[in-house]
């Protein structure tokens, strides 16, 4: 075993070739990745930073900062995002699980539910952290990608859940049976005119199904609450993520379809987030 240089100076020199080429939080994804190339948690690295690191554990970081020069995501390069405290496996077939949807997570568990769909599963980090979070409940996940199923399957498997969970390879609801009293969804919201403001991290590594309806970014959202509407409970609730421009038309949306109690809820930011509404027969929500 040859020595390739310490922690530092390999983690202060691939800092300095993120930073040339653009990348941004340089400093942070160099810690993480050779967090991840050595094994080592991020908390303790500052103990493991001063140590000579061999050869090959050098070849696998200096391989994973010419992927994140490229632009690839971190979590594509490790695999894995963290999401309302649990670690999902994320893999090119999925959405990156993003901290904006821990707000419509938020919103859902605010009331009872037993029965739930998500659709657009994606990773399946909505379903299987409600499944997770309120062990009574069963629920059902969606996705046009069977790709994308597969990876929530696994990571249900994961966090103890697929015994509740049911995957289904559907365009949104269009071959659901029964009853819901919770129906959650992050569909693809962009804009089409809005994919070039996109960092190259999200245009260029993520599922473009996952992104945008190829038009003003509403289309999904039409067609989920028109199908959504027939297969609520009385006192059912549908929840939204959206845009942060989205919020009225939404909201108008769901009005239109009859249903209830039309809340626009911004995130900790301020910027609204998430739409939520109910079927006729309301019931007071537990937690405010
Ligand atoms: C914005 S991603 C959300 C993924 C995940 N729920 C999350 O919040 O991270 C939208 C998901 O909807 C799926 N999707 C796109 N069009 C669909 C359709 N017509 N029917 C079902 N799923 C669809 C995509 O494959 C993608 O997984």
Redo the contacts with the bound molecule.
Sequence with gaps: MTAAGTGSALVREATRRLQNAGVPDAARDARHLFSFATGVDCSRLTLTLPEVVCDDVAAIFDALIVRRIAREPVSHLTGRRAFYGREFKVTAD??D??PD?ETLVEVALRSHFTKMI??????G??LVTLLAEVPQSIGFG????GA?LDVARENAETHGVLDRATFVC???MESTKGSFDLIVS???YIAVDEMVGLSPEVANWE?H??LTDGADGLTHYRTIIKQAVSHLMPDGRLIFEIGPTQGQAVADLMRAAQLQHVTVIPDIDGRDRVVSAQMIGFKPERRA
């Design positions: 999925v959405l699980p993003r949807t998500d659709l657009g599963t994606g990773s980090c909505i969606t996705d046009l990608s994308a559907a365009d949104w992050n569909p693809p599922p199904m996952a």
